[in-house]
């Protein structure tokens, strides 16, 4: 093949992997690596052996990579891992949810009894049910963190189904079906699906929320 | 002598139903019975333009109508604009309490929070009780 026909089909080739939308082939990669190494003739100068042994090196190497990322079943990580410790996370918050409410039953149970007693030690029990139902307040609390927790495990979703759309089928060794990915609370473009979407935080980790006085402070 | 109506009528919004059932018995603990309640922003919405009350006591983070969104159409509603608005809230950073303080919210609450608490927020918004 003519040089300026190698370099044309090579600049063809490259110009189809830049227009790709971030799923790039490995085999796109590998086949471009060929198209130079086979357009190499005649004997070859020093240099020219260090970039063959150079392109010969990557193209082992992406071949090495996609074999070593099948090995670690990353179809098993969506297939099963991440929708089992989702599962687990929203059973850990129904479990806390009805475990709180059978604490609410019990102690408006005895709440009602405090009419049947004396005051002074009806004022000591209903303090102490005060004090239950403010501790309760965790159940709350907890299940807004797991959320955050759960949304994050949808994020990795994505990028391991990224990961395997990129390496193609080879490395896709499950027949079973995937599972639809879950409702995301962003729109297909990232932004937020509420007008308030960005302020939404959530719980904060101690080190980083300020305090009841320091909102009082805001209020002046 | 207190002046506060311990009968009027107060609204609370928040979609875990745990936390409304706290915030309902924490209120009944301080004298205040006479509570409604709502698990979204649009909901509270509704039921504030069918029923006159004189507080709200709202969770932010809700689907399908937030609390802050809530907290919005209240100020812009010309019958609802003066309502007392209280946020209790697990969103604790600054830029959270900044804004609902500009968007008009009369006291904000970080969750978990306690009666003593809940009791001197009321007190700032409604008078001594």
């Known amino acids: 093949m003519a040089v300026a026909a190698v370099k044309e089909k090579i600049a063809s080739q490259l110009q189809d992997l830049q227009k790709a939308d971030g799923s790039i082939d490995p085999e796109e990669i590998v086949a471009i690596v060929e198209s130079i190494v086979d357009s190499i003739e005649g004997d070859m100068s020093a240099d020219g052996l260090k970039v063959y042994a150079d392109i010969e090196a990557l193209a082992l190497y992406i071949n090495t990579a996609r074999a070593e990322i099948a090995d670690l079943r990353p179809d098993d990580i969506n297939d099963e891992h991440l929708p089992a410790a989702t599962d687990e996370l929203t059973a850990i918050v129904g479990a806390t949810e009805q475990a709180t409410n ?75 079906p995937k599972k639809e990915p879950e409702k995301r609370t962003t729109t297909p473009s990232g932004a937020p699906a509420r007008p308030d979407e960005d302020l939404l935080n959530g719980p904060q980790m101690p080190d980083e929320a300020i305090s009841q006085d320091d909102i009082d402070a805001l209020f002046g | 002598m207190s002046t506060v109506d311990m009968g009027m009528p107060i609204l609370i919004v ?56 809530l907290l919005t159409e209240v100020r812009a509603d010309t019958k609802l604009k003066e309502l007392p608005f209280i946020m209790i809230t697990a969103e604790s950073k600054t830029e959270n309490v900044i804004a609902a303080k500009e968007a008009g919210v009369s006291n904000y609450i970080v969750k978990p929070f306690n009666a003593a608490t809940l009791k001197t927020k009321l007190s700032a918004v409604l008078g001594n009780f």
Request: hydrophobic content about 40%.
């Open chain 1, 102 to 176: 059978t604490i609410f039953e019990a102690v408006e149970t005895i709440e009602a009894l405090t009419e049947k007693m004396p005051d002074e030690v009806a004022d000591q029990i209903s303090q102490a049910v005060t004090s239950i139902f403010e501790a309760c307040g965790f159940q709350d609390i907890t299940g807004q963190r797991i959320t955050k927790v759960v949304t994050a495990l949808q994020k990795v979703e994505e990028k391991v189904e990224a990961l395997l759309n990129a390496f193609g089928d080879d490395i896709k060794r499950s027949d079973r």
């Open chain 2, 14 to 69: 928040d979609d875990y139903k745990t936390m409304l059932r706290i915030i309902r018995n924490l209120l009944k603990q301080l004298g205040f019975n006479n509570v409604d309640e709502a698990t979204d922003g649009s909901a509270a919405l509704q039921k504030l333009r069918d029923k006159e009350y004189h507080l709200v006591i709202s969770d932010w983070n809700m689907e399908p109508m937030s609390g802050m969104q």
